[in-house]
C-alpha cells in the first residue's frame, strides 16, 4: 500500500511539475515580440523598395501644398499627364509609367529596366506637391538599369519631366539620402512638401540574399516650367 501510494504521489508530482512548466513556457511565449509585417524585412520590402503604406504615410500632410482651391481647380482643368524623364547629367531619358500601391499594401514597382514609375498616389508634376518616382538600379538577365547612375547626382543637377503636351516641369536636385531599409521614412518620402518636389527612389548599399540594404532617395525642387512650342 505504501508503495503504490509512493508512486501514485510521485506520478501526480510529476504531472504537476510537467504541467507547471508548461504553463509557464505558454505564459513566456505570449509575451514574446511578435513579428509583424512591419518588422519582416523580407516581407516589407520583397523586390526594389516596397513598403507597406498607411494613410498616414501618402495623405499625412507633411506639409501640405500652399495652394488655393481655385488654383488647384484651374490646374486640374488643364492637368497633362507626365510621359517622360530626363535626367541630362547621367544621361537618363525614360518612359514614364504609372504605379500605385498593390492589394498587399506594397508600393508596386517597374516591370522593366528601362522604364521609370510615377506613382499615382502623390502629386502630380505641375500641379505643387510631391511628385514620387521609382526605377531599378539594376535588373536580372540586363544589368545596369535606369537608375544605376542616380547615385551620382549632386545638388544642382537638372531633372526634367515631359508632359503629354510637350510641357517641360523642371527640378533642380537639392539632396540625396542613403537610408537602410528598416530605417526608411516613408512618410517624409512619399508624404506632401509645402515647395512643389520630385522624389526619386532606387536601391543602394549592398546586394545580399536576393536585397539591396539601403534605400537612395533624391529630393529635388521645381525651378520652372517651359509650355510647349515656347
Not at 1 to 18: D, H
Not at 192 to 215: K, V, W
Request: hydrophobic share 45%.
Amino acid at each position: 500500500m505504501k508503495t503504490i501510494f509512493t508512486s501514485r504521489w510521485r506520478v501526480w508530482l510529476a504531472g504537476s511539475v510537467a504541467a507547471n512548466v508548461i504553463a509557464v513556457a505558454l505564459l513566456a511565449f505570449a509575451f514574446l515580440p511578435r513579428e509583424t509585417p512591419s518588422t519582416r524585412t523580407s516581407d516589407v520590402y520583397r523586390d526594389l523598395f516596397e513598403h507597406r503604406l498607411t494613410r498616414a504615410d501618402v495623405r499625412g500632410e507633411v506639409a501640405p501644398p500652399p495652394v488655393a482651391s481655385g488654383a488647384v481647380t484651374q490646374a486640374l482643368a488643364t492637368f497633362s499627364p507626365a510621359t517622360r524623364m530626363r535626367i541630362p547629367r547621367i544621361g537618363v531619358d525614360a518612359d514614364l509609367v504609372v504605379l500605385g500601391i498593390l492589394p498587399n499594401g506594397h508600393m508596386d514597382d517597374p516591370s522593366g529596366p528601362k522604364e521609370v514609375g510615377i506613382y499615382n498616389f502623390a502629386s502630380k508634376p505641375g500641379l505643387g506637391g510631391n511628385s514620387v518616382f521609382s526605377g531599378h538600379v539594376d535588373y536580372h538577365d540586363y544589368g545596369p538599369a535606369v537608375f544605376w547612375n542616380l547615385k551620382k547626382l549632386v545638388a544642382g543637377d537638372a531633372i526634367e519631366v515631359v508632359l503629354k503636351d510637350g510641357t517641360v516641369v523642371q527640378y533642380s536636385v537639392t539632396a540625396t539620402h542613403l537610408y537602410p531599409v528598416a530605417e526608411l521614412p516613408m512618410a517624409e518620402v512619399v508624404g506632401p512638401t509645402a515647395t512643389e518636389s520630385a522624389t526619386l527612389i532606387t536601391c543602394g548599399g549592398t546586394f545580399r540574399n536576393g536585397e539591396y540594404s539601403d534605400r537612395l532617395i533624391v529630393r529635388a525642387v521645381k525651378t520652372g516650367m517651359v509650355k510647349a512650342g515656347s
